[in-house]
């Protein structure tokens, strides 16, 4: 009997991240925030300085359990954001990448480039897609 290899996964970070991550001001209000992200069906912002730097995160979950207080215009992302978040670059394996996320419980790791501004993000959903496409027969 002969063993075939086993099918790889895309190699790097950048090969499956979502490029159009979305980012915003930390002033950004939450209500504003929710609306951009139903209408492009996303499930987490990441949330920027005046700099353009991360300095946190936010996932549809953190808004829906607002309740209707996510409608309140006083109310930003800065103060819901989860602040500093795990991140990683572009160049990150996809196999360490995957081993970080299962270790920390992590849905979605923003990747950043060298000055810290976001680039792309890759969710638990990329990694599941990149998978399957390995594991497809050819």
């Known amino acids: ?6 099918p790889t996964m895309a190699a790097l970070a950048a090969d499956i991240m979502s490029p159009s991550a979305l980012h915003l001001p ?5 209500g ?11 499930h987490h912002v990441c949330v920027t300085n005046a700099r353009g730097e991360l300095i946190g995160l936010v996932t549809d979950h953190d808004i829906l359990a607002l309740g209707q ?6 109310v930003s992302l800065r103060d819901v954001m989860k602040p500093a978040p795990v991140t990683r670059s572009r160049d990150t394996p996809l196999a ?5 996320m299962l ?23 990329d990694l599941l897609d990149a998978l399957s496409a ?5």
Not at 26 to 30: E, Y
Not at 109 to 116: A, K, S
């Open 1 to 6: 009997m002969v063993l075939e290899p086993a």
């Open 26 to 30: 930390s002033d950004t209000s939450v």
């Open 32 to 42: 504003a925030a929710w609306g951009t992200m139903q209408a492009r069906s996303l």
């Open 69 to 74: 207080e996510r409608h309140a215009p006083s």
């Open 96 to 100: 360490a990448l995957a081993k970080l």
């Open 103 to 125: 270790k920390l419980h992590l849905d979605a790791v923003p990747i950043v480039n060298g000055q810290n501004h976001p680039v792309g993000i890759v969710t638990s959903a």
């Open 134 to 138: 390995a594991a497809a027969p050819r």
